[in-house]
């Protein structure tokens, strides 16, 4: 059976309305791009194909109004779980190209303890801002307080993530489903970002910030997919 084919029969853990949607734009994704079946296996394996449609949906649905989201501001990166955020295999390796020429350098920890090591801490920016993952791009807030409360470990209503971050993760669980076990990994954010500032070498980052399976679908139910 061709990859396609099973990815169109698989069928991930959770609500089957996300995972239609999600089978359905991998589905068109994959027919726009005529890959051979092991280009479209390395695409999928490395979570490319799930970061592309997640940009798509991003790109083609309208920002809610009213947001506070502003250049600087970064409580949003302070990273309050454990792990610091979900992010696939290719999302990893663009974020360790991007953060290795600052090895060494002051990063977001001497602003905060549990700021991003992407983070230039005097200017508060993201210095991998091209390379940032989905997690990141699809996070938004119409009330800053209530970020900086979240970033105290508060709850506080006003912020969330897009829809195209489940359209994402779930595209990353068809994935898995349809190449099998031990394929479609994911990675912690926190990890990679710290190893590259501290100086490791990318495989060493990658096989340190690997995650066990069940965190995407721990991540998927947090997203409430
Ligand atoms: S999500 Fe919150 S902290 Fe991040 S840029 Fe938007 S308003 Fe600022
Ligand atoms: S990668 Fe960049 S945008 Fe994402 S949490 Fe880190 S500093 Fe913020």
Redesign the pocket.
Known sequence: MSLRRKLLKAKPKGSGAAADRARTQLDAYIGAQSLSEEALAKELHSGIAAARIGQIGLASTAEPSG????AG?????ILTGDDGGVITGAEARNLHVALAPFAGEPDGREWTAKACPSLDPETRMCRAYEARPMICRS???VD?TA?EQIAQGKAAQG?GVRAAYGTYLTAHALARAALGPGHAPTYSLRTVAKAAVEGVPLEDALKAARHRPAELEHERKRAAL
């Open positions: 947001l506070s989201c502003k501001c970064a409580f949003c990166c996070y938004l807030s800053v970020c912020t």
